[in-house]
């Protein structure tokens, strides 16, 4: 981690800033300003409130001035720090899906669940103390619910597919969309001659093809400027930045179904199969880093996504076999 916070100040009152998750521009959160009063979507994890504090600072304001904070989803790279942070922001309420409710007002099971993933060390030194959040001060946001702040509109869609817990952040004032992971991911750092490379996120354990791809014609359908991604920053959606992005959840998904019926080493062969797609791409972007230096970028969500897939296989092995539309 560094010691001074790496954020930028972007258009319509709103700042990126890096949560310092695991390394640089891996994961950010967003800080909205509305004459004096702040939205926080995505809160990082314990470890990145210090930064918060120290950009909100530099913008003459305070953890007073907090009215909401907004986590797209509950995992943990987005709401970890959900509950230090409120603590913190007296006069904020949260604000997250109907499906996610539960586990911020109880986070004992996104605990364990992590815990098992992690090993406790492991979960403390990526997290911190995940604390749980009064549900007094828990605001449910179903689909087409809208939310003001000092007459600045967000509405919030449902738009399930990453997980079930997910909505995306539509603000009016910069006709832009916060959009979590749903958007899937595109890191800036892998610069390319042409378009950014941008590919979807298939973690476990509630990736659901056809429902991703109808949430992403959900978010286009509001027309957005631009998409705030969590993973990473600013991007413009443009028809070809779209149709890679739905090109990739139809590959992933059709990677995952030519390993139905092989389960020996399968989440190996679907990561290696994963990798090869990204690396092709890059290739095609005409990627400015070495090979080395791409598979080290992709290799992490390489493999959450494999990990995603090769549970989506189990869970329809018994009914039906998937198939990628």
Not at 89 to 109: F, K, Q, T
Not at 119 to 147: C, H, M, T, W
Request: proline residues 4%; hydrophobic residues 35%.
């Amino acid at each position: 981690m560094t010691n001074k916070a790496n954020y930028q100040q972007l258009s319509h009152g709103i700042t990126v800033m890096d949560t310092e998750y695991m390394s640089e521009e891996i994961a950010a959160l967003y800080i909205v300003e509305e004459k004096g009063a702040v939205a926080i979507i995505e809160t990082g994890t314990n470890h990145s409130i210090p930064y918060v504090k120290e950009v909100l600072e530099s913008m003459q304001l305070s953890f007073d001035d907090v009215r909401y904070i907004i986590p797209t989803h509950v995992h943990l790279d987005h709401a970890g720090g959900a509950g230090e942070l409120m603590s913190q922001c007296s006069n904020a309420e949260l604000v997250i899906h109907p499906y996610g409710a539960a586990h911020m007002i109880d986070p004992s099971r996104l605990i364990a669940g992590a815990s098992a993933v992690y090993g406790e060390e492991r979960l403390n030194e990526l997290y911190g103390d995940i604390k749980p959040i009064n549900k007094e001060r828990v605001i449910e946001a179903a689909d087409g619910f809208k939310l003001t702040m000092n007459n600045r509109e967000f509405e919030f869609l449902d738009t399930p597919g990453h997980a079930r817990h997910h909505f995306c952040v539509y603000d009016v004032k910069s006709n832009g969309i916060f959009s979590g992971d749903t958007f899937g991911l595109s890191y800036p750092h892998l610069s390319t001659k042409k378009d950014r490379l941008i590919f979807a996120t298939t973690t476990p354990v509630q990736f659901d093809p056809d429902a991703l791809l109808a949430s992403i014609d959900k978010i286009m359908a509001k027309n957005p400027e631009q998409i705030y991604l969590t993973h990473y920053s600013q991007i413009i959606p443009t028809p070809e930045i779209v149709e890679q992005l739905k090109e990739s959840v139809k590959a992933f998904a059709q990677i995952a179904v030519d390993f139905t019926d092989k389960t020996e080493n399968r989440i190996e062969n679907i990561n290696q199969n994963i990798q090869n797609y990204l690396l092709k791409k890059l290739a095609e972007l005409d990627c400015d880093q070495d090979i080395e230096t791409q598979k080290n970028v992709i290799k992490f969500d390489s493999l959450l996504n494999a990990q995603g897939l090769d549970f989506w296989l189990t869970k329809y092995r018994d009914t039906a076999k998937p198939t990628a539309h």
